[in-house]
């Protein structure tokens, strides 16, 4: 039983290894970690247990080997010969060791039978192997010069020390093995839920990806980084359906207002090719169809320039640029169809300067005074007014016509959208949309107001910073 | 005059071709940009109408190529590309003119008439344009027609100067508004056609021959011939 579970683990192991998913390298790099902090942590503990030890060893022998010094001063060569023969006889301490070795390098007592060249003949701090029935032993000793040429070694067998070693590293491996288990265990747990906070976010985008646009990713208000991604991709999901939703509209107008003209262009051409109709009105028929195609052609570059123009995001490169000329050339463009109509075109400007791109706004400017003057009232007023309150710049143009109900103001922006009084009038229905679109595209606003009677439009600019 | 016509869609370019051999031109063809470059190079045009979009080299490229090579013929660059940007990169590159299609045949011809007529003119300075018995001095910037003079407004003056200068040619209604208003947007009525009508009734008032024709699905024409 326990050999299945080691194998699966083992097994399980291999595949996250070579395994290249996110999820696997999260509880790798987590287990790797928890190996390293452990690494780190025994290795510092080692090290600082360790040299206690070896501080207390050299203090004992240091003690150890000022005493027997001190006796030697006292007693003699003879007598500090006499007391380490009989320390090593019968000794206190099975760890402590002493040797007196005579000038020649001759031992004279002590436990050893032999000692190693470089020891015999050193002077102070030493370490050495000592090998007897138990196995080999490593010993710590001092060696002390005494008056008469011969010196004193005095030491410890740091048996002590050496089981602490073994200890500590017996011990080391059963908890590195666990710990190893252990982050293991953590990374995949770790791994595991990261996975499971995704899941549904995967499901939802996969299946929003299939065709089912309503869906949303369940949001938890928590704010951590999975809320805040479930939110992100919710409000590009709705962005998306908003656009998805944006272009259907436009399809529906596009296939009514496009097919209209298109079928009569049909049938048109149909009749002259059934019936047969005098060489007259046969090009009477080819100028009306001519024109039709052109209407048609005119809307089509109009669509496409709007949704250019919407595309384009609001420049801080463009140009700078005097609006007051322009809008003046846009009246006096306009100003005979006024007076064609019986209208009085009143433009009050004043100079003031913005980014943009020229042919827009005078476009913007010409669609306007366009829309004004076509609805205007014959024998009332037009009003045109520019100015910067020093803030922004401002474009108010009103006229006395019939106006739009305030329920349709915000419709009339719309692609196609043509109230269903002026139906019949001319105009493609994209005219005030492509105001908005170079409004927006200049990071301004339009506004329709009411100028009871009739319709005032307020377009917001960006005024241009002056450096 | 010879024309060269570099354009891969053999629908448009047919229809093209057809257009400028009634006008009289004679028309050499190339549907990718390798062949239209060699044939730019090697052999005599007065004008190249030129797509933009081609296959093996686009027409951008052609077009710095033959103006790297010291070419100066004029160029028309044909594109279904019309945003300002565009029409700016393609100036740049060194088209003479620019139509964004699709286009009226009658506004292409309009142009490469006015392309070719501009080498044609003489360099000097004119000071007087005369167009039957309607003159218009650019000096003294007086208009007369058969000797009684007329009072022009600025923009009028601009606008009869232009269609005087494109005599017996047509000039579309992008042309002018181009040309006059120095704009380049899409009128949304027939603003230019209220312009026309006022200078019409200016200069062809009280005169038995009228001067300034409307062109059907085109534009206008000043000229004398009826």
Redesign the interface.
């Known amino acids: 039983m326990a050999r299945v579970i080691a194998s699966a683990c083992v097994n399980r192991l291999i595949a996250l290894l070579s395994a290249r998913s996110t999820s696997a390298r999260l509880a790798l790099a987590i287990a790797g970690l928890f190996l390293l902090a452990y690494l780190l942590l025994g290795a510092g503990l080692y090290y600082a247990v360790s040299q206690i030890f070896a501080q207390d060893l050299h203090e004992v022998i240091r003690l150890d080997s000022a005493d027997l010094v001190e006796m030697y001063r006292e007693s003699g060569h003879a007598g500090l010969a006499t007391e380490i023969s009989e320390r090593t006889a019968s000794p206190d301490d099975d760890n402590a060791v002493y040797e007196l070795i005579g000038p020649g390098g001759k031992l004279l007592a002590g436990q050893f039978a032999t000692l190693p060249a470089d020891v015999r003949n050193g002077d102070g701090w030493t370490e050495f192997d000592e090998r007897n029935a138990d196995g080999v032993v490593r010993v710590v000793a001092k060696l002390q010069k005494l008056g008469d040429g011969s010196k004193l070694l005095t030491g410890r067998r740091s048996r002590n020390q050496q089981r602490f070693e073994v200890l500590v590293q017996r011990t080391s491996f059963y908890a590195l093995l666990a710990a190893a288990g252990l982050g293991g265990l953590i990374g995949w747990i770790t791994a595991r839920w990261v996975a499971h906070r995704l899941e549904s976010t995967y499901d939802i985008t996969r299946r929003v990806g299939a065709g089912e646009l309503a869906l949303r990713i369940p949001e938890d208000d928590s704010d951590d980084s999975f809320d805040r991604l479930a939110k992100r991709i919710n409000a590009m999901l709705d962005r998306i359906q908003e656009l998805l939703d944006g272009v259907r509209h436009v399809t529906d107008h596009i296939a009514h207002d496009l097919r209209t003209p298109l079928t009569r262009l049909r049938n048109r051409l149909e009749e002259m090719r059934t019936e047969h109709v005098h060489a007259e009105q046969f090009t009477a028929e080819l100028?009306a169809a001519?024109?039709e195609t052109?209407q048609l052609?005119?809307t089509?570059?109009?669509l496409?320039?709007l949704t250019?123009i919407e595309a384009q995001t609001a420049g801080a490169n463009d140009p700078e640029l005097a609006m007051q000329p322009l809008v003046l050339?846009a009246v006096?463009?306009?100003a005979?169809?006024a007076s064609?109509g019986g209208i009085v075109l009143d433009a009050q400007t004043v100079p003031c300067t913005l980014r943009g791109?020229?042919?827009?706004l005078?476009?913007l400017v010409?669609?306007l005074l366009?829309n004004a003057l076509?609805y205007a009232t014959r024998g009332t007023r037009v009003t045109l007014h520019l100015f910067d309150d020093g803030d922004a710049i401002y474009l108010i143009i009103g006229d006395h016509g019939a106006g739009i109900p305030a329920v349709d103001r915000e419709r009339v922006f719309d692609r196609f959208v043509r109230l269903e009084e002026h139906r019949g009038s001319?105009?493609?229905g994209l005219?005030l949309s492509l105001v908005r679109a170079i409004a927006h595209r200049h990071g301004g606003s339009i506004t329709l107001e009411d100028n009871s009677p009739g319709l005032r439009v307020r377009v917001r600019l960006p005024r241009a910073v002056v450096r | 005059m010879r024309i060269l016509i570099v354009e891969d869609d053999p629908h448009t370019a047919t229809f093209i071709a057809k257009g400028l051999a009634e006008d009289g031109h004679t028309v050499d063809r190339a549907d990718n940009g390798r062949d239209g470059l060699f044939l730019a190079t090697t052999e005599t045009y007065n004008a190249i109408i030129l797509d933009r979009m081609l296959p093996v080299v686009d027409g951008l490229t052609v077009l710095r190529t033959l103006r790297g090579a010291g070419n100066s013929v004029p160029v028309l660059v044909l594109t279904a590309l019309g945003d300002v940007d565009h029409r700016v990169e393609g100036l740049r590159a060194g088209a003479d003119d620019y139509l964004v299609k699709p286009f009226a045949y009658a506004e292409l011809s309009a142009r490469i008439d006015s392309l070719l007529r501009r080498r044609q003119a003489p360099s000097a300075e004119t000071t007087e344009l005369r167009v039957g018995d309607l003159e218009l001095n650019l000096l003294t910037r007086e208009a007369k027609r058969a000797g009684r003079s007329i009072e022009l407004q600025p923009r009028e003056f601009r606008l009869l100067e232009y269609l005087m200068r494109q005599a017996e040619r047509v000039v579309t209604r992008t042309m002018l508004l181009e040309a006059v208003w120095d704009y380049h947007f899409d009128p949304q009525t027939n603003v230019i056609d209220v312009h026309i009508s006022r200078l019409r009734q200016k200069i062809d008032r009280h005169h038995p021959k009228p001067l300034l024709h409307t062109v059907r699905g085109a534009g206008y024409r000043l000229g004398v011939r009826e």
């Not at chain 1, 791109?357 to 827009?360: E, H, K, L, R, S």
């Open positions: 100028d001519t024109a052109d052609l005119a089509f570059s109009a496409l320039r250019r050339d006096e463009l306009y005979p169809i064609e791109d020229a042919d827009q005078f476009q010409a669609n366009d076509k001319q105009g493609s005219g």
